[in-house]
Nanobody, 123 residues
């Protein structure tokens, strides 16, 4: 089994910064892409940033230029640096990863989610 554990959420004033971390543990052979999703109250969960195993990143327009996703493959971890936070960034932030748990040809990828961490931005 694989677990994803997020940390780093909290309450911050508008214009402030937070850094989220997500560490994967358990039976892991390889991790493909990793994502950060956000779910605001009353809204669907949306992908806001992603990073491939090769380091290619992609961002939602709402966070482009303010958020930076990075990963440490040696630690099976992904991070989200959030700057210039706005009240509309408030929500629960979830880590997601595609994980191969055993070697093989082909590799079989499984999807895992973290439990979420709350980010609240006050105006």
């Amino acid at each position: 089994q694989v677990q994803l554990v997020e940390s780093g959420g909290g309450l911050v004033q508008a214009g402030g910064s937070l850094r989220l971390s997500c560490a994967a543990s358990g039976r892991i052979f390889s991790i493909d892409d990793m994502h950060w999703f956000r779910q605001a109250p009353g809204n669907q969960r949306e992908s806001i940033a992603s990073i491939t195993s090769g380091g290619t990143t992609n961002y939602a327009d709402s966070v482009k230029g303010r958020f930076t996703i990075s990963r440490d493959s040696a630690k099976n971890a992904v991070y989200l640096q959030m700057n210039s936070l706005k009240p509309e960034d408030t929500g629960v932030y979830f880590c997601y990863a595609r994980v191969a748990v055993v070697a093989g040809q082909p590799l079989y990828w499984y999807q895992y989610w973290g439990q979420g961490t709350q980010v609240t931005v006050s105006s």
